[in-house]
């Protein structure tokens, strides 16, 4: 677990995270109900006005150390501060009701709010309830700090319009939704050298965890999975580790399996005008979908998309490279990180700078170029991706890589024309593979103080 | 105020504004009133040496639960007792000592008596104890009790039957592989196997039998002797060397065909033996605990086809899981329905979805293509479908004996 100053549990929460951790998570929520020193840390902790509502308009409101208010105007898992670890899972619905859909949707909302607060996944917890019956919670984090545990929810285009065949037949509008399919919730188009691995890719929702703990992230998982039994089926899912960007400027730049550090000018939570102009979904585009393809996705304004990518790195000869070429292939130095046109870490890189021979000192087919702002029309994305290792490949190399989240308002102008750029020029790519695909709108948050029973994630969508 | 009290008094302000009703078995939580400690439907209940202090003497009805604590130093038992003080509503029993233990149960509005007993021996520390009407739905009053010997009657009778049938077929499956008519005695497998797949729980119950009839190749340790149904059925379907660990295959001799096949007529008996023998009882829980073990069968063995791993006639198995699995619910059902109508509705849809995909594929009469000739996305459709029956039916034990 890290210990920089940015995780949910600052030091100034210290000694009250130190006093809960000898009691159960059931233990725990009774101290949290009073605790004022919780609430202090909130605030702490806070950066959101979502967050400053709900403390204000409900006294119950979230406010155990390490934890993140589940409700707010945006879904927690995008601005939060990037959590260590990660477990992503997409899952087919295997109902064609729109009830039972509505009824999962509902159930995954009750639960996420509870397992962010740090609580169990039903009321029992692990280890009581009846005897007779399995514990309404797997029990792995009854003794573990919430973590700073996140879970936000994604609809795939497939729940949408289903899943056209391969002939080109078009898939099936199971649920009724097909004249709510956003305009930019595309299918995205196939990249120069994509080597997707069609169980890796899509879904008709997507559930991601993140925490400071793995096990607490998979708990997450496991016990939603449970849930959707009998309604939607796992089709694959993804673990993550070593954050590979960072979302908040009090977090240090992280680096990916290259070695390099990653998302260094990525967006950040302390950045509300880049947020709203790059990230969050605005009625305008709503009216602007609505006039280009007749569909009303008023639903999602206020929430994102996101692009999840599993981009195996070819490490064992990337290891071989030297460091002029490493460097000049991803256009920063290795160690601080600064643009080869000179700087620190944060200097802008000057695209027109050029040393001997009047080539350019930032390479025009390096990584940096490619993906910079100024290379791509000005737009940006909020980067929220994880290094993974899942094991190794028949041929004795880890099969390893970058685990590519990106949250942005519309990714036909802020992902798929940089994406395919990189994928064309980017030198880099000689030690990539794209294994993995997905594109998933992320509805906006449960308001705080909902009616009960009534909020689920995703809401408008169905009304 | 006792503190799980307040724990479930915190937990539902903490979810209440975001998701009150969005969990069916909350227990009947009133958050409002965080004074009383039985508002909420939860209780504590310290059962020491000379004191069974309940943390209060009433509670609203519906779903209840008592925290039992053992403080003292021998093993105790706490009863929730009728009007009478005789008839059980329910109990929960050997709690050792330092241990907590939780009592749930449906209560509807009367009198009652608290006992706890600790050394487990004489009538109890007793105190009444009142429900008061809060409004809540709790089912109707049955003979439960009536209800539940009809149910074990009618599963015993049923095992009996495929056990009657298993005999039958078994000693048919015998002859024709002793007397080397392979193809008549491969067309006997399956369908025989049937009825030992639809009871299969109640031959786990008698320990050896199971192994001695059932075990698979991969489940041999070594030097351990082979007999059973997947002996000969290896020895039927012939595995190339590639699929026997790189060696050819020895086909049994004769007299080893005589020995296995008198093995597999000779356990079969023993299990025909024990299931009529006039003390063999099998109760509520373990028909609703059988139900579950079958699907755990079919979600661990059969859809991944390792059950019949030469023949790959493992849909026959599944679907005689399933049959016995339904059976089981079948019989329990007027028990259930009484005490969760929600979760029978939940089974009968999810049953009725995995039998309808089942016979897509075939029936036990008609015949089921071999479990390798199944595409990837039909045994994805099945597994899902196998998960969504697993779920409800895990509660299906706890409802049984929360009614008994």
């Given at each position: 677990m890290t210990t920089d100053d940015t995780t949910p549990s600052p030091d100034g929460a210290a000694p009250a995270e130190q006093a809960a951790r000898g009691l159960s998570r059931r233990g725990l929520l009774g101290l949290a109900g009073g605790g004022a020193a919780a609430l202090g840390l909130a605030a702490t902790a806070g950066f959101a006005g979502g967050r400053a509502q709900a403390a204000t308009s409900?006294?119950?409101?979230?406010?155990?150390?390490?934890t993140y208010a589940f409700t707010g105007e945006h879904q927690a898992g995008i601005v939060t501060p990037a959590q260590d670890r990660m477990h992503l899972a997409a899952f087919d619905l295997t109902t064609t009701s729109r009830e039972d859909l509505v009824e999962l949707l509902r159930t995954w909302t009750a639960m996420a709010a509870r397992l962010t607060q740090g609580l169990a996944a039903g009321p029992f917890g692990p280890a009581s309830g009846p005897y007779d019956a399995p514990p309404d919670d797997t029990g792995e984090v009854l003794d573990l700090p919430p973590a700073g545990l996140t879970i936000t929810f994604a609809f795939g285009r497939s729940l949408f319009v289903g899943t056209p065949a391969p002939d080109g037949t078009p898939g099936v509008d199971r649920f009724g939704l097909a004249d709510r399919l956003p305009a930019a919730l595309v299918e995205l188009p196939r990249f120069a050298q994509d080597a997707l691995e069609p169980q890796r890719c899509d879904g008709d929702l997507v559930v991601q965890a993140c925490a400071d703990d793995p096990q607490v992230a998979v708990h997450a998982i496991r016990n939603l999975s449970r849930a959707a039994f009998g309604t939607a089926t796992l089709r694959w899912s993804q673990l993550g580790y070593g954050r590979t960007s960072s979302t908040s400027t009090t977090q240090t730049t992280p680096r990916n399996l290259f070695g390099f550090k990653d998302g260094t000018a990525n967006l950040k939570a302390e950045d509300p005008e880049a947020l709203a102009e790059h990230v969050w979904v605005q009625a305008a585009d709503a009216e602007a979908g609505r006039a280009e393809t007749g569909a009303d996705s008023a639903w999602l304004t206020g929430g994102t998309y996101l692009v999840a990518r599993r981009i195996r790195m070819t490490i064992e000869t990337w290891d071989r490279t030297s460091l002029r070429e490493q460097e000049a292939l991803i256009g920063?130095?290795?160690?601080?990180?600064?643009?080869l046109s000179g700087g620190t870490e944060f200097s802008e890189p000057d695209l027109e700078a050029t040393g001997r021979g009047g080539l350019p000192l930032v390479a025009t087919d390096s990584h940096v170029r490619l993906a910079h702002p100024s290379t791509n029309g000005g737009v940006r994305m909020l980067r929220r991706g994880y290094n993974f290792t899942d094991g190794n490949d028949a041929l004795g190399r880890l099969d390893a890589g970058l685990f590519f989240l990106a949250f942005v308002r519309d990714p036909r102008t802020h992902y798929i024309p940089m994406q395919s750029t990189l994928s064309r020029q980017d030198a880099l790519m000689e030690y990539l593979r794209h294994t993995g695909s997905g594109l998933y709108a992320v509805p906006p948050g449960v308001p705080d103080g909902a009616e009960p029973g009534e909020a689920f994630v995703g809401q408008a969508l169905f009304t | 105020m006792p503190r799980p009290a307040l724990t479930a008094a915190a937990l539902a302000v903490l979810v209440l504004p975001l998701a009150a009703g969005c969990v069916a078995n909350e227990p009947a939580a009133s958050a409002a009133d965080g004074t009383d400690g039985a508002s909420d439907g939860v209780l504590t209940v310290d059962s020491s040496a000379t004191d069974c202090a309940v943390s209060a003497t009433e509670a609203p009805s519906g779903t209840l639960t008592f925290s039992v604590t053992n403080s003292g130093d021998d093993i105790t038992e706490f009863y929730l007792l009728g009007e009478d003080g005789l008839r059980v509503i329910s109990e929960v029993e050997n709690i050792g000592p330092g241990l907590t233990r939780d009592l749930v149960v449906q209560a509807r509005p009367g009198s009652y008596f608290t006992a706890c007993k600790p050394g487990m021996v004489g009538d109890g520390i007793r105190a009444e104890f009142t429900v008061t009407d809060s409004g809540a739905e709790v089912g109707p009053t049955g003979d439960t009790a009536e209800q539940l010997a009809t149910a074990e009657a009618s599963y015993v009778a049923y095992v009996k039957d495929q056990v009657a049938s298993l005999v039958t077929g078994t000693q048919a499956f015998a002859d024709a592989y002793v007397a080397g008519d392979d193809e008549a005695a491969r067309q006997l497998y399956a369908p025989t196997r049937v009825h030992w797949e639809r009871v299969e729980p109640v031959a786990e119950s008698f320990g050896d039998l199971d192994p001695l009839l059932d075990l698979r190749e991969a489940d041999l340790e070594e030097g351990q002797a082979w007999s059973g149904w997947h002996y000969v059925e290896k020895d039927l379907w012939a595995p190339a060397p590639e699929d026997n660990g790189g060696v050819a295959y020895t086909p049994l001799t004769p007299e080893q065909r005589q020995a296995a096949a008198a093995d597999l007529v000779r356990y079969t008996q023993q299990l025909a033996d024990q299931v009529n023998a006039e003390d063999f009882t099998f109760e509520a829980f373990q028909i609703a605990n059988g139900a579950k073990e079958l699907l755990d069968e079919v979600a661990g063995g059969k859809v991944t086809g390792e059950e019949e791993i030469w023949s790959h006639t493992d849909l026959w198995d599944f679907e005689a899981n399933v049959d016995g699995a339904w059976v089981a619910v079948e019989v329990l059902r007027d028990v259930a329905e009484a005490e969760d109508a929600e979760l029978v509705a939940t089974l009968d849809e999810r049953f009725a979805a995995l039998r309808t995909l089942l016979a897509e594929q075939g029936s036990v009469d008609t015949g089921f293509p071999t479990y390798d000739a199944l595409a990837q996305d039909d045994i994805k459709a099945l597994a899902a479908a196998v998960d969504a029956v697993s779920e409800p039916l895990s509660q299906l034990t706890a409802t049984i004996t929360g009614a008994a």
């Open positions: 409900a006294p119950a409101a979230p406010a155990r150390p390490g920063r130095t290795k160690g601080e990180g600064a643009p | -």
